[in-house]
């Protein structure tokens, strides 16, 4: 809960509520109770607060929100905190997110440590700072910058805090305590404390205004950033109580609507994903320390590089020099358009390809600890590869395949040893996409799985373990989407027009759309090609997708994309020729059959119990596909909207819909 010490005359209150240091109701009132009796205690002029273990605090205990309040609630603390009449001075070291940074801000001095990390994160959980961080933070920063943060939800390091205010001192990190405790005596020497609620707020009206014209409109479609705003305005247009109080009614709303909930569900999926359910306790992780990728192409490349930026090296395998020369050049080219982004620094992209090793050899790979292959998305081609693996890596290396729908026990058979085979199929580009979806085979060993799941977390990937079957979870699930996709415009929709459903539900791309970057030509050959679907004329035709200049649609220079007439004609050739009947199609039905036909198939899934739960195949979504967080995912989406309408959507298009529509003995219990 919480700890407290007396050094002299300065009370040290330390928050030990692991993991996080939570601001748990029990730990509220603790820390309300301790500040109360140093006010008392004529032997303490002052009261520092710190936490325990690797950080100040996490915020908010987010499991109780919903639930009956314990007093006192944050705010109140905050406000006790401020109002004090002997100094209370923060002492920050690692994450100090949330309430875990209004508390701080009430306090009347913060010195941090070279770890800390301060950040206001409401806003990626659907609501604003709630204990007073939106009426404090601009009163230290200013109007501006206190926008950046909480609009952004993202932390500034130290460094950075003392340069804008919002820490009055940085020390060693082992000289925090003993620097706060100096600090706090200085303040009380000081005489009355400094209070945050008591100063204005720099920039005023017209730096909010700025703001809003300057990322107002790339905000659209959340409630919360918006309301961030608003609060924030409270802060240079009401006096403090009345800017706290209107706080606390758009904090309120905020958590009671659906998108906060949203949020909050996938917060929590994301951290469920990681657990993997009948693992024995002593499937312990293996070393990872050099890793070995089989091809240096545009998923190889992304591959080693998510590596290469972990720290770990590289050894890149191809066929060909030219291949290979390609491929580094591709790493190289990326990382040094990252660094003009500010993303590296020239020595960390110098560090980086540092240790990336291209050869032409297999055999460099037999000290590797674990090789990802992403080959041609071939069978014969990946087994091929997996058994000469077999035969050169180390006993006990791990050997993962990067396919996107392969079977993962096939490729396992290749080799003579299956328990060290699993997937890992990381998402385009790879050093960007945070989803990383692990296959377990059927014989994939437990610290062999436990293995991928920690290198996950250490690549910064969100990991969600996946049983074999064709296309795994996402790509299982893309499938029913794009043939209804497919067979809609044949039926009469405009491929702008399913697309634009899709945009306006808060995907970031239609399919079609999706099909253009990837490349229509994606498996398709001239010689096998037979001119029958959409997609074999558009590419006979050289309309391949983006990369052509015109697939589905055309494009200009700059990549904007028009609908064509051409293709138009095609659709419509290709559907008199299979004798489609062509109509008018409304929004409704294009929604339902492209969402609730992924849903369907999310059910299957977890019939058959390749996802562990349905969750998962949220975190899946929403971290690989771009599903809108603000809806917490397809199956979670789906329980709001109600499985008896999804349920119903189903049975109204069955005709449509084929085998896509048969509903999962799951959906149809939920929806009863
Ligand atoms: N409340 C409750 N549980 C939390 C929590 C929190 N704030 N933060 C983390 N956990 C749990 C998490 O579910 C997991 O549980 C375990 O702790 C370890 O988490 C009034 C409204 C702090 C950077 O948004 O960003 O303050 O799975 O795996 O990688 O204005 O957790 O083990 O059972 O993520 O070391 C604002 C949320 C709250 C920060 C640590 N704060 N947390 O990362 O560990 S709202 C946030 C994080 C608020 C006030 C408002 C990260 C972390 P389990 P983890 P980690």
């Known amino acids: 809960m919480i700890s407290t010490a007396r050094h002299g005359d300065v009370l040290v209150v330390t928050v030990d509520n692991p993991p996080v240091n939570a601001l748990g109701t029990a730990v509220r009132r603790a820390i309300g109770e301790a500040v109360t009796s140093a006010q008392a205690d004529a032997g303490i002029v002052a009261t520092v607060i710190g936490g325990a273990g690797k950080l100040f605090s996490g915020g908010a205990d987010i499991t109780e929100f919903g639930k009956p309040g314990g007093e006192p609630g944050l705010p109140e603390l905050c406000d006790a905190v401020e109002a004090s009449a002997k100094p209370v001075i923060a002492a920050l070291h690692g994450t100090c997110f949330g309430g875990g940074l209004e508390l701080p801000l009430s306090c009347h001095g913060r010195v941090a440590a070279p770890s800390a990390r301060l950040g206001l994160p409401e806003v990626k959980l659907g609501l604003l700072p709630g204990a007073g961080g939106t009426q404090r933070l601009p009163r230290l920063v200013g109007v501006a910058r206190a926008l ?211 050869v032409l050899e297999f055999d460099a790979l037999h000290d590797c600890d674990l090789v990802i292959e992403a080959a041609f998305e071939l069978l014969e081609v990946k087994t091929e590869i997996f058994g000469r693996l077999d035969r050169i890596c180390r006993p006990g290396a791990i050997l993962a395949s990067n396919t996107s729908y392969l079977d993962i026990d096939a490729i396992a058979a290749a080799t003579s040893r299956p328990g060290s085979v699993l997937g890992m199929h990381f998402f385009s580009p790879a050093n960007v996409m945070k989803l990383l979806e692990v296959v377990r085979g059927a014989r994939t060993e437990p610290a062999v799985l436990a293995t991928a799941m920690a290198l996950a977390k250490r690549l910064g990937k969100v990991a969600v373990v996946s049983g074999v079957c064709h296309g795994f979870i996402g790509n299982r699930m893309l499938n029913p989407r794009q043939a209804q996709a497919n067979a809609l415009i044949l039926e009469g929709a405009a491929p702008e027009d399913v697309d634009r459903v899709m945009l306006e539900f808060g995907m970031p791309m239609g399919p079609f759309q999706m099909a253009d970057l990837a490349g229509l030509d994606l498996g398709w050959t001239a010689e096998t090609s037979k001119g029958e679907t959409v997609r074999d004329i558009l590419c006979e035709r050289g309309r391949r997708g983006q990369k052509t200049g015109k697939g589905f649609y055309d494009y200009d220079v700059d990549r904007r994309r028009t609908p064509s007439d051409e293709v ?75 499985f008896d309408r999804v349920a119903a959507g189903l049975a109204r298009h069955r005709d449509r819909l084929g085998d896509a529509g048969e509903p999962s003995p799951r959906l149809l219990s939920r929806s009863a």
């Open 568 to 642: 138009k004609a095609v659709i419509a050739e290709v559907a008199a020729r299979q004798g489609v009947a062509r109509r008018t199609i409304g929004d409704d039905e294009i929604r339902e059959r492209l969402l609730y036909s992924m849903v369907n198939e999310g059910a299957k899934i977890l019939d058959e119990g390749i996802a562990q739960r349905a969750s998962d195949i949220d975190v899946v979504w929403i971290n690989g596909y771009g599903w809108p967080a603000t809806t917490g995912g397809p199956m979670f989406w789906a329980e709001s909207v109600g």
């Open 148 to 358: 950046d943060m909480i609009v952004s939800g993202d932390p500034i390091g130290a460094d950075a805090a003392l340069a804008a205010g919002l820490v009055d001192r940085v020390v060693p990190e082992a000289e925090l305590l003993a620097g706060a405790v100096a600090f706090a005596r200085d303040a009380a020497a000081r005489g009355a404390p400094r209070r945050t609620g008591e100063r204005e707020a720099q920039g005023g009206v017209a730096a909010v205004d700025a703001f809003t014209a300057a990322k107002g409109r790339a905000l659209g479609g959340r409630d919360a950033p918006a309301a961030c705003i608003r609060a924030v305005r409270g802060a240079v247009e009401l006096p403090l109580a009345d800017g706290l109080a209107q706080e606390r009614r758009l904090f309120v709303d905020l958590l009671g609507g659906a998108q906060s909930k949203a949020l909050r569900h996938a917060f929590f999926a994301e951290r469920a994903a990681n657990k993997i359910e009948g693992l024995p306790a002593d499937a312990k992780p293996l070393k990872v320390e050099r890793v070995g990728i089989v091809g240096a192409g545009t998923m190889g490349g992304g591959i080693a590089m998510t590596f290469l930026s972990a720290g770990i090296p590289v050894t890149m395998v191809e066929r060909e020099r030219g291949a290979l020369d390609r491929g580094v050049a591709l790493i190289r080219s990326n990382y040094e358009r990252s660094a003009k982004r500010g993303r590296f620094t020239p020595d960390e992209v110098e560090a980086a390809m540092g240790r990336l090793t291209p």
